[in-house]
Nanobody, 128 residues
Framework: QVQLVESGGGLAQAGGSLRLSCAAS????????MGWFRQAPGKEREFVAV?????????YYLDSVKGRFTISRDGAKSTVYLQMNSLKPEDTAVYFC????????????????????WGQGTQVTVSS
């Protein structure tokens, strides 16, 4: 069993930055691929980013956040981060981190159904 706890959400102005954290506890953190998803009011949950377990820790992003968001992980702290820069009002959503026991990349990592564990979410609000 893995427990995921997000933090770092809040209110930011357009063009500003926030860094989300997701602390993992339980089984071996290093063996999981870790993803971030978001859900805006009235919309479906949306893939944002994923970091997989390969030789270089490859990362993959939603097109609309490429160049603005960066996912990273700290194995010593069992934590995954989402650095969000140049925020836009359309980034407003509840952000969730998720873990999947298969650490390798596959296109299905962009689907929430692929993941085994989820955090409770943290609200990000970007004002114009």
């Amino acid at each position: 069993q893995v427990q995921l706890v997000e933090s770092g959400g809040g209110l930011a102005q357009a063009g500003g930055s926030l860094r989300l954290s997701c602390a993992a506890s339980g089984r071996t953190f290093s063996s999981y691929a870790m993803g971030w998803f978001r859900q805006a009011p009235g919309k479906e949950r949306e893939f944002v980013a994923v970091i997989v377990r390969d030789s270089i820790g490859s990362t993959y992003y939603l097109d609309s956040v490429k160049g603005r968001f960066t996912i990273s992980r700290d194995g010593a702290k069992s934590t995954v981060y989402l650095q969000m820069n140049s925020l836009k009002p359309e980034d407003t959503a509840v952000y969730f981190c998720a873990a999947v026991t298969d650490p390798r990349y596959s296109p299905s990592l962009r689907l929430g159904t692929k993941y085994d564990y989820w955090g409770q979410g943290t609200q990000v609000t970007v004002s114009s």
